[in-house]
Every structure is written in C-alpha cells, then in structure tokens.
C-alpha cells in the first residue's frame, strides 16, 4: 500500500515543561481507516493538533504525500487536502447546515465577487450531500438538528474544503448507537471513494469494527501498531493501559433498602415547550442501581434536568427522602447529599476558566474544612486536589491546571471526583463514561457500584446500552417521555428484549391489549 503520511519521532513540550508527546511515530496508508487509541492524556489530540497545524511540534518530521511539511496553522493543512472534526463541534447554532458548510469558503458573484452567490451555494452543498450519502437538510437551522445530523455537517464541512485525509477526534463520543451505525456507513462510503481516515476512539469495539490497522499510544510514545485482523480487544487495552483490564463489572447481588428518591406523576416540556416528559414515576431506592434506557431523545436529559433543579416541573412530584425537590433551587437541591455527574461536561458539568483545584470543591467551599475564617483555605484546599487527582488518576502536570486545557477524559474523572467525593446518598450518573478510556471506564464503573454497596441510591443515564446492562439492578425503558417498562436484570434478559421496549412497540403492544379488553 502507498505511504500517505508519515509522522515521524514527535514530540512536543509545553513552556510549562508538560511533554505530551515524547516521540510518536506514525505511519498512515492511503486509502485506510487508521485507529489511533490510547488512555486520556496519553498524546492522541495533541498528535493530531500538530498534524494539522494546531500545534508546532518541538520536534521531529512529518511527511504527506512523499514530501517534508510543516504546517503553521490550519488553513495550511486545508491547502495540502486534510480535514479534521473536532470532538466537540464547531458549528454556529444560529445558522443554517449550508451557512455552516461554506463559512468562510461562500461563493460568490457580480462585479469583484462582491456579493454571495446563495442559488450556486445551495446547488453546491445538495449535491456534496447527494455525492457522500450524509443526509442532512442544508435549509434547517443547526441548533434544531440531532446530534448525529451535525456530525454530518462537520464531515460535510472539511469535504467541502477539498479533504482527502480525513482527521475523526472521538466522533462517536455524544452519538447514540444508531448514530453511530449510520456513521460508520458513512466512513466506509468515504473509504470506498478513496478516502483516508485516522479514527480516535476509546471504544475498543469500534477500533474492531471499523479500522485497518491501529496505533497505540501510551504515555505520549508510541507502543504499537497492529492490523486489527491480527489482534484483539485484550491485547489492546493490554498495550494502552500495561495491565489486563476487566470487559465485565464484577458485582454482588443488590441489598434494596427504602426508597431514596420518588417520582410520580412528573411532567414537563421541552426547550421549544413541547410535552417532554408524560406522567414519569419511578422509585429508586437505597442499596440500588437504576438504568435509564433508551434512544437519546425520548426525555432522559429532561429527566435528570427535572431532579436536580435544572428545568420546571410542569406538574408531579420528585420526593428525596420525604423531601419535595419540585420547586427547589439547583443550590438547595445540590446541598442535599445528590451527586450529578451531568452529560455535558463542558456546559454544565465544570468550569473550563477556573483551575482543577476550584472544579473540586465548586458547590462545597463553604464546608469548614476549606476556610480559615471569611476565607478560603488554600492549603487544605490544595491538598484536598492533589489526594483526588491520585483517586481518579487525573493526569495534570497540578491541581493549579486550568479545567479548560484538559482531555476530555480527565475533565470527566474532575467532574466524577468531584461528585463523589460527597458521598451522596443519591447519584444520578448521566454518560458517565463518555469519552474516557477504558482504565478510567473500569474504575468509574467500580466506584460506581461500591457507592451502591455503601448504601446509595443511583440513577444511572447512558446512551451504552451494554453499559446500562452491565451495572443496573433494575432497569427502567424509557419511550416519548414515558417509562414504558421497568425490568428486573436478571440473566435472562437480553439487549434485544430492552430494544423492543426502547422503540415503543411494547407500549403499542400493551395499548392493544388494553383495548381488546
């Protein structure tokens, strides 16, 4: 096969000292779809950020298409036909798909090109959209459009551009499974016409399903590359983490106390005030689990937004511990014992301008132990940091890093951290393994369940079907904003018996009964 790229001994120190990269090599064939994993921090987006000119290396080579370049900046990457889609979007929400495809590229007509050709944009984008099969309307505003649609607009956006080496950064971490699925049809369509993909992903099932050959990093070198034919999963994770790594959670049968949190009746609207959820009830007790499963969409975001103060209650009632939460504010309510890990962490789940150490105790620094009179103590506070970063291996050169500089990965084990060092009496986890690597899955996944033998009630939201199965005791199916199912996850239950209930065909099955009756 023809070498397209080549990255040869990369490395790259910060001013700080902070080595991301300690001397990385990578070899891309044309025509391919190459994996790149490794653990959070380990040097992957960093590599990438110098390849398309993000970063300027400290040193080392890199060559495309046979020839030595050096990119200083983007536009440069984009002139040499490489494209990259970030993990988390770069779209203008206010515009529409086609505004967002040709920004900055707009065609244009009249005397100097003075004024923008809208009829040859919009002919332009509906045939890239017809050429690549990533359907999508170039009328409709992006904030209107699901999650997966503006993946596609991302794609669409560096095709349009010329792309031939396409860079992917986490590009399933906020798409649901069938998402993810019609992605990757789209990826193989693109290899098809003689595109190259480097893939990043923590999911060691995708690297399986999708990729020739993958590159393993660890500790900012490069460990391995393997064709993916010739190996598998465990060896995988073996090379990124140096330690075997459980695929399964290891659990005891669940002890259910009393109930911790009540739900009956709950109703509330949408952001655009469309009925979002319809008469929820539900009882999570002490000593449990609870998964919510179903497609992203069908009310789970305004679930949890509707327990932790988030968004109005229309109608119903949310009791903790005998406690009314309708009506309370996010401090209150947050004052109370419950932990959320939100699903966003960039939004609402940390704050990227204050440092890790003010992350860690952002809705507990009135406790005693963190003031020294009127104020904050530091000390204490410096060293509560260090004690969680070793907990939750957050990988930061200190606790004095800004929230906003870290991986994904290790802004989630910040925000999980955080959360659990309350020792809530109820955790509501929602995708609380997006975007982290698969130590960091295992670990969380333990620390989850460890706070359910200790006694706490958890509400666990993910869009990992598997994940729901592996650490639920119950699970309650969610449909159109309604729970259609609560099953008992015995071993006899399958993820096609869940599925069947997450399309609504066993609440049209029960509509039927009921009215043969």
């Known amino acids: ?58 040193s080392g080579t890199i060559e495309y298409k046979g ?25 203008a929400p206010s515009l529409s798909v086609s505004e967002n495809i040709v920004l900055g590229e707009e065609p244009k007509k009249g005397p100097l090109s ?13 045939k890239l959209i017809e050429t690549y099969g990533l ?69 060691l099932r995708e690297v399986m399903e999708i990729s020739n050959r993958v590159t393993v990093i660890k500790a900012g070198k490069t460990i391995a590359t393997l064709n993916t034919k010739e190996t598998n999963p465990e060896q995988i994770s073996r090379l990124m983490v140096g330690r075997e790594v459980l695929f399964r959670v290891e659990k005891q049968p669940a002890e259910p106390k009393e109930p911790v949190l009540s739900i009956r009746d709950l109703h509330s609207v949408d952001d655009k005030g469309a009925p979002a959820l319809r008469g929820i009830s539900l009882d999570i007790r002490a000593g449990e689990v609870v998964g919510i499963a179903g497609v992203e969409g069908n009310g789970q975001t305004e679930l949890v937004e509707a327990i932790t103060g988030l ?3 229309t109608s119903g009632s949310i009791r903790y511990l005998d406690k009314e939460l309708v009506g309370k504010s996010v401090a209150n309510i947050r004052a109370m014992k419950i932990g959320h890990v939100p699903e966003d962490r960039q939004t609402t789940g940390a704050s990227l301008t204050s440092t890790i150490a003010e992350n860690l105790i952002l809705d507990h620094y009135r406790n005693p132990e963190f003031k020294r009179g009127p104020f904050l103590n530091k000390k204490k506070i ?19 890093v800004l929230a906003g500089s870290l991986s994904g990965g290790n802004l989630q084990k910040v925000v999980i951290a955080r959360e659990l060092s309350k020792n809530p009496k109820l955790l509501i986890a929602s995708q609380p393994t997006r975007g982290v690597d698969i130590g960091a899955i295992e670990f969380i996944h ?42 008992d996850n015995t071993p006899e239950l399958t993820e096609e018996n869940i599925g069947y209930y997450m399309l609504g065909l066993g609440k049209k099955h029960r509509e039927k009964e009921g009215a043969a009756q």
């Open 1 to 58: 096969m023809t070498i397209l790229l080549e990255m040869k001994d990369i490395h790259k120190v910060y001013p700080n000292g902070t080595a991301a990269n300690r001397g990385v090599d990578l070899t891309v064939y044309e025509g391919e779809i190459h994996a790149l994993v490794g653990e959070n921090g380990a040097g992957k987006s960093t590599l990438m950020k110098i390849l398309f000119g993000l970063e300027a290396p400290t």
């Open 67 to 91: 020839k030595p370049v050096s990119f200083k900046g983007p536009k440069d990457a984009i002139e040499q036909g490489m494209g990259m889609v970030h993990q988390h979007f770069m779209l």
């Open 114 to 126: 003075m004024f923008r050709d809208r009829a040859t944009e919009r002919r332009g984008i509906v």
């Open 135 to 203: 359907k999508v309307d170039p009328d409709a505003r992006v904030e209107t459009i699901p999650v997966g649609q503006k993946q596609r607009v991302e794609i669409l956006k560096v095709l349009y551009r010329g792309a031939r080496l396409i860079i992917l950064d986490e590009p399933t971490a906020v798409l649901t499974p069938q998402e993810t699925d019609e992605l990757f049809a789209s990826i193989k369509a693109l290899v098809g016409q003689g595109y190259t993909i480097i893939f990043i992903t923590h999911k």
């Open 311 to 313: 968004r109005r209650a």
């Open 382 to 400: 410096k060293q509560f940091a260090k004690v969680m970063m070793e907990i939750f291996d957050v990988r930061a050169q200190n606790e004095e």
């Open 446 to 487: 333990r620390e989850i369940i460890k706070r359910r033998d200790g006694g706490a009630a958890v509400l666990l939201v993910s869009a990992e079907l598997s994940e729901v199965m592996a650490l639920s005791d119950r699970i309650a199916v969610i449909y159109e904003g309604e729970i259609v199912a609560v099953l």
